[in-house]
């Protein structure tokens, strides 16, 4: 999807290729020129190649030109031409477009985009409409069937049923080989419908939500477009692309997309029900992440004398850092570590939920004393929310203060201990959840701990702080 100020929306590193959620607007145009310097005389060119004329050729003064060849990118996108749909977000008051993205048709008036293509829409019917544009420029309304928000996907109805249509690639993920060719299409930054080679890399590690690595161009707009093998049968469906990288996109498999086309209604939903499906699936979207999150346990991490937990799950990555190298030199040195798992999932263009954090920071006084120290400890316990607070989702946040131990006196240290909440306005029993842990056993070294929950029942939270404070324990 796009927007008319042709921004990337950041989160983090990534950006869903087609919402108006702007964190961090890049935009470079790059033009790329080209000039061949063709200036030798006709007797060189007589002397070295003589003209000839053969079937399928033309002579003409003196030169001649080969037949055009057609390629398997033409070939696709001759064939995918008349399936493809742009869809436009707009005023339902003035009829202004908000944002735009692609979509692909896999029935006779049904059709596959992305939940973010359409996300205004479902969360504000009444501010909102959606129009569909072909590659013929027929245009129509249409509307949300269902959606699937923990896989970016949403199933729509257009108002005339069309001939032709996709057909999903029946071959499991697992048989797909690394570097085959895979085709992107959509319509990029609203300049027409194109189409994108690029190679099939493997699943995305490290990542929660299953994508499959697409080494193409996918640009904003052609969210919710196809990507297709070189027979034209649909691998995946558009979704993001990173900011941080050359070429490095992401598809959603389309076994998702054929999960949600046999499992949706056929009859639109009342648009007002639409936000109530979003909170029921967003809620058991999380009840399942922060189940596997507490069942994939926690593994020792040593800092100084401590042991702290960090998440065996293999969709968290963890970076470390260090103020060793500041000038001038720190009166503390601080090693940290921060993990956060790839678990985020779209709502809204200024909501992204799922994420955990966790870290841990080795604080030791190179000349500060006891009371210097802990004063300087007491600044690193601040509340550090992974997004802003923002009145529109959440209620303010609330903390409590206590001194307690994290595990048995004879394993671990006293710590203290700061919980702080705030809850969804629109998701009921869903909070934001921070837990940090200040060790209180020595003068001059301290660990400061912390575990962020985004969008976690209260229950799951209480046990993964649980969890969290068993492991800080003291090196053995």
């Given at each position: 999807m796009?927007?008319?100020?042709?921004?990337?929306?950041?989160s983090?590193v990534?950006?869903m290729?087609?919402c108006?959620?702007?964190?961090?607007p890049?935009?470079?145009?790059?033009?790329?020129f080209?000039?061949a310097?063709?200036?030798r005389g006709t007797n060189?060119?007589?002397q070295?190649?003589?003209p000839?004329?053969?079937p399928?050729?033309?002579?003409?003064t003196?030169?001649?030109?080969?037949?055009?060849?057609?390629s398997t990118a033409?070939?696709?996108?001759?064939?995918a031409r008349?399936?493809?749909?742009?869809?436009?977000?707009?005023l339902?008051?003035?009829?202004?477009?908000?944002?735009?993205?692609?979509a692909f048709l896999?029935?006779?008036?049904l059709?596959?985009t992305?939940y973010?293509?359409v996300?205004?829409?479902?969360?504000?019917?009444?501010?909102y409409r959606?129009?569909?544009?072909t590659?013929?420029?027929n245009?129509?309304?249409?509307?949300?069937?269902?959606?699937d928000?923990a896989?970016?996907?949403?199933?729509v109805k257009?108002?005339?049923a069309?001939?032709?249509?996709?057909?999903?690639d029946?071959r499991?993920?697992?048989d797909?080989?690394?570097?085959?060719q895979l085709?992107a299409?959509g319509?990029?930054?609203d300049i027409g419908?194109?189409?994108?080679?690029?190679?099939?890399n493997?699943m995305?590690?490290r990542?929660?939500?299953?994508?499959?690595?697409?080494?193409?161009a996918?640009n904003?707009?052609?969210?919710?477009?196809?990507?297709v093998?070189r027979n034209g049968d649909?691998v995946?469906?558009?979704?993001?692309?990173?900011?941080?990288?050359?070429?490095?996109?992401?598809?959603?498999?389309?076994?998702?997309?054929?999960?949600?086309?046999a499992?949706a209604?056929?009859?639109?939903p009342k648009?007002?029900?639409?936000?109530a499906?979003?909170?029921?699936?967003?809620a058991?979207?999380?009840?399942?992440?922060?189940?596997r999150?507490?069942?994939?346990g926690l593994?020792?991490a040593a800092?100084g004398?401590?042991?702290?937990?960090?998440?065996?799950?293999?969709?968290f990555?963890c970076?470390?850092?260090t103020?060793?190298?500041?000038?001038?030199?720190p009166?503390?040195?601080v090693?940290?570590?921060n993990?956060s798992?790839?678990s985020?999932?779209?709502?809204a263009?200024d909501?992204?939920?799922?994420?955990?954090?966790?870290?841990?920071?080795?604080i030791?006084?190179v000349d500060?004393?006891?009371f210097?120290f802990?004063?300087?400890v007491?600044?690193?316990?601040g509340l550090?929310?992974p997004a802003?607070?923002?009145?529109?989702w959440?209620?303010?946040?609330?903390?409590t203060?206590?001194?307690i131990?994290?595990?048995p006196?004879?394993?671990?240290?006293?710590?203290?201990?700061?919980?702080?909440?705030?809850?969804?306005?629109d998701f009921?029993d869903?909070?934001?959840v921070?837990l940090?842990t200040?060790t209180?056993?020595?003068?001059?070294?301290?660990l400061?701990?912390?575990?962020?929950l985004?969008?976690v029942t209260?229950?799951a939270a209480?046990s993964?702080?649980k969890?969290f404070?068993?492991a800080?324990?003291w090196?053995?």
């Amino acid at each position: 999807m796009t927007t008319g100020k042709h921004t990337l929306a950041s989160s983090g590193v990534s950006a869903m290729i087609g919402c108006n959620m702007v964190l961090a607007p890049r935009f470079v145009l790059v033009l790329l020129f080209a000039v061949a310097m063709l200036c030798r005389g006709t007797n060189a060119i007589a002397q070295n190649n003589q003209p000839t004329t053969s079937p399928g050729t033309q002579q003409s003064t003196g030169m001649t030109r080969a037949a055009p060849v057609s390629s398997t990118a033409e070939r696709i996108f001759e064939a995918a031409r008349g399936k493809l749909l742009q869809i436009r977000t707009e005023l339902a008051a003035s009829g202004r477009q908000t944002t735009l993205g692609s979509a692909f048709l896999v029935a006779g008036d049904l059709a596959i985009t992305n939940y973010h293509v359409v996300s205004q829409y479902v969360l504000e019917p009444n501010l909102y409409r959606l129009e569909y544009f072909t590659a013929a420029n027929n245009h129509g309304s249409l509307q949300v069937l269902g959606f699937d928000i923990a896989n970016d996907l949403a199933l729509v109805k257009i108002d005339r049923a069309q001939p032709e249509h996709f057909v999903f690639d029946p071959r499991k993920l697992e048989d797909l080989i690394k570097g085959e060719q895979l085709y992107a299409m959509g319509n990029p930054l609203d300049i027409g419908f194109a189409i994108v080679e690029g190679t099939y890399n493997g699943m995305v590690e490290r990542s929660y939500t299953p994508h499959i690595h697409f080494s193409g161009a996918v640009n904003p707009g052609m969210s919710g477009g196809p990507a297709v093998a070189r027979n034209g049968d649909v691998v995946g469906i558009n979704v993001a692309t990173r900011l941080d990288g050359e070429l490095v996109s992401f598809l959603v498999p389309a076994q998702y997309a054929v999960a949600l086309l046999a499992h949706a209604p056929r009859d639109p939903p009342k648009p007002e029900t639409l936000r109530a499906e979003l909170g029921r699936q967003l809620a058991a979207r999380q009840t399942e992440l922060y189940a596997r999150l507490e069942a994939a346990g926690l593994q020792a991490a040593a800092f100084g004398p401590y042991v702290a937990g960090e998440s065996k799950a293999d969709w968290f990555t963890c970076w470390g850092q260090t103020n060793a190298e500041q000038v001038p030199k720190p009166r503390a040195m601080v090693e940290s570590t921060n993990c956060s798992s790839e678990s985020d999932i779209f709502v809204a263009g200024d909501l992204s939920v799922g994420r955990v954090f966790v870290t841990h920071s080795y604080i030791r006084s190179v000349d500060l004393n006891a009371f210097q120290f802990a004063t300087y400890v007491a600044r690193q316990n601040g509340l550090q929310w992974p997004a802003r607070w923002r009145e529109k989702w959440y209620t303010p946040p609330r903390c409590t203060q206590d001194f307690i131990r994290a595990a048995p006196a004879d394993i671990g240290p006293p710590v203290e201990a700061i919980w702080c909440a705030r809850a969804y306005k629109d998701f009921p029993d869903l909070y934001d959840v921070a837990l940090t842990t200040i060790t209180q056993d020595r003068n001059r070294e301290a660990l400061v701990s912390r575990l962020s929950l985004q969008a976690v029942t209260y229950e799951a939270a209480r046990s993964l702080a649980k969890q969290f404070l068993a492991a800080l324990q003291w090196q053995k």
